[in-house]
């Protein structure tokens, strides 16, 4: 008995995934826990693990090809039903007999895991043997024409990283196209899967959200202090600024659940709990996982969520429902010194605050007197849908006064 292979539904608002690769070939058996197929969304490269043995007897999808949450991509043959074939033989064709019976009710698949992780490719090297590289230096490789089988990698098991395709040979002369009667060098270079998704979803969202942005400047200077004071315990994990506007953004949003919620299809969500989102920059792409419960647990307890989820992102272990459930993220370019980030919102939430540089200049105090400040930029991008100005600056006003007051972010919620 045959069943369907269907595209999950990864994340509240996800209606459509990339089918980037697929791990099993048709006729392939496959054990519980093996990767199925691999599916590119707006936030993350996630890989489809079975659940249950079973085998692949037919791709309904090919790569590359966009897929509604819920159609079918594969079709599966049960091994209990002892029809399945062989891993190495191709899949026997129906008995004409039965082409003429209605089809069976479609059977439920064997239930799939998503696992979002940075999917080490696998290309065969002239030897027959295995070279595995990660999607960004197996791209980058491609397109400069680097053989990946040269190449040593410095990663886990040999894996290649992107640095080690940068020390390897140079990129082959790019292609020429005549412009204004020269040649003008160019090459015109396909996006990868997870670039293509990223442009179409981000685009959508400038297109389709009505942004509006609020900016203010907060006087950090009791929030350095603080850190360096706490810091010089060395006998406890670092805390870094990103860990105290996360617990500000969290406590600002339990104080205001107004903008704890989103727009869903013409309704409004609202979340009860006070979980902020966070921008990491990982080696594949940008991931935005989850801190939950901010504006409710105290610094250590953000702090110590925050670091968990930047590692798994970084290491691709981070898993889809970890980027699920929050309204508002936390976008922190300070360490790249810039004065103002304006950030786009991510796909299913309702708000970011984009986070600048600390930088220090004079301001006149109470008497007229230059006195040195050390101020940080911060940016509200609002969905007008869902949110106004004033909630806006309401907000944003909050979030300012819990970073120049940053003691209160050491009480317990």
Known sequence: MSADLLM?????????????????????????????????????????????????????VEEGETVPVGAPVGRLASEADGQSPSPSAPVPAPPAAAEKKPEAAAVAPPPVQPVV???????????????????????????????????????PRGRIKLADVERAAPAVAAATMPAAGEQAAARRVRPTPMQAAMARRLSQVKQGVPHFYLSVEAEVSALLELRASLNADDTRPKLTLTHFVLAAVGRALAEQPGINRVWADGDILEFSATHVAMAVEAEAGLYVPVVRDAGSVNLDRVAAEARAAMEK???????????????????????????????????GQSAILGVGSVRALFRPDADGAPALRREMGLVFSGDHRVHTGVEGLTFLNRVRTYLETPLRLLRQA
Do not use: C, Y
């Open 313 to 347: 992102a970084r290491s691709g272990r981070l898993s889809a429902a970890k980027m699920e459930g929050a309204a508002i993220a936390v976008s922190n370019a300070g360490m790249h010194d810039v004065t103002w980030l304006t950030p786009i919102i991510n796909t």
């Open 117 to 155: 992780r940075q999917v080490a490719r696998q290309v065969a090297s002239p030897a027959g043997g295995r070279v595995i590289a990660t999607p960004l230096a197996r791209r980058i490789a491609r397109e400069r024409g680097i053989d990946l089988s040269s190449v040593s990698g410095s990663g």
């Open 8 to 60: 999950p539904k990864l994340g509240l608002t996800m209606t459509e995934g990339l089918l980037m690769e697929w791990k099993v070939a048709p006729g392939e058996t496959f054990s519980r826990g093996q990767v199925l197929f691999v599916v590119e969304t707006d936030k993350a490269a996630t890989d489809i693990e079975a659940e249950a043995d079973g085998v692949l007897a037919e791709r309904l």
